[in-house]
């Protein structure tokens, strides 16, 4: 069964290092930019880490201060058992995923957009739009395979879940 889910979605940069979520969110509701204001007084960011950590509690609050709905990903094994779970989140519209990657050797938090899932219905053959508001003042659009994005390594996400925020 093929799958064929296009969200329009345009990049949003993040400023600095650490407001990529607040680029994602612009990026949910549709805006070309943000003002990163008082953003560090919300209660959600956290300096000692370097970011919004990557648990529920966070983005709950997050979503609810933004008007966007939370739901979770939990990745098992096999992917194809999440494959259709995550499809019916992107149905409804692009999907905020939240949580910490290894980037640059260190593991941080971090905020990327998925807009479009296109292929056969399989992890492998299906493929992801990401809109990663990473590198500073840049970003950047890339096609990953359903399988390649869900085996990303993750950190302190237990269990393994995948946080995500759709308007």
């Given at each position: 069964?093929?799958?064929?889910?296009?969200?329009?979605?345009?990049?949003?940069?993040?400023?600095?290092?650490?407001?990529?979520?607040?680029?994602?969110?612009?990026?949910?509701?549709?805006?070309?930019?943000?003002?990163?204001?008082?953003?560090?007084?919300?209660?959600?960011?956290?300096?000692?880490?370097?970011?919004?950590?990557?648990?529920?509690?966070?983005?709950?609050?997050?979503?609810?201060?933004?008007?966007?709905r939370y739901a979770e990903l939990k990745p098992s094994i096999p992917a194809s058992s999440t494959l259709p779970q995550f499809e019916k989140l992107l149905i409804i519209a692009p999907v905020g995923v939240f949580d910490t990657q290894l980037i640059h050797g260190k593991w941080t938090p971090h905020a990327t957009v998925?807009?479009?899932?296109?292929?056969?219905?399989?992890?492998?053959?299906?493929?992801?739009?990401?809109?990663?508001?990473?590198?500073?003042?840049?970003?950047?659009?890339?096609?990953?395979?359903?399988?390649?994005?869900?085996?990303?390594?993750?950190?302190?996400?237990?269990?393994?879940?995948?946080?995500?925020?759709?308007?």
């Amino acid at each position: 069964m093929s799958v064929n889910i296009n969200h329009k979605v345009t990049l949003v940069p993040q400023s600095t290092n650490d407001t990529c979520w607040l680029a994602a969110i612009a990026m949910l509701k549709g805006a070309t930019t943000y003002t990163p204001e008082p953003y560090t007084d919300t209660g959600f960011f956290r300096h000692d880490y370097g970011g919004i950590p990557p648990q529920a509690e966070y983005y709950k609050r997050l979503a609810s201060a933004y008007r966007l709905r939370y739901a979770e990903l939990k990745p098992s094994i096999p992917a194809s058992s999440t494959l259709p779970q995550f499809e019916k989140l992107l149905i409804i519209a692009p999907v905020g995923v939240f949580d910490t990657q290894l980037i640059h050797g260190k593991w941080t938090p971090h905020a990327t957009v998925i807009g479009s899932m296109k292929g056969t219905g399989t992890p492998s053959g299906t493929m992801l739009t990401e809109y990663d508001p990473l590198p500073v003042n840049r970003g950047k659009i890339r096609l990953i395979s359903y399988q390649k994005w869900l085996s990303k390594p993750r950190y302190k996400s237990s269990p393994r879940t995948i946080l995500c925020l759709l308007y």
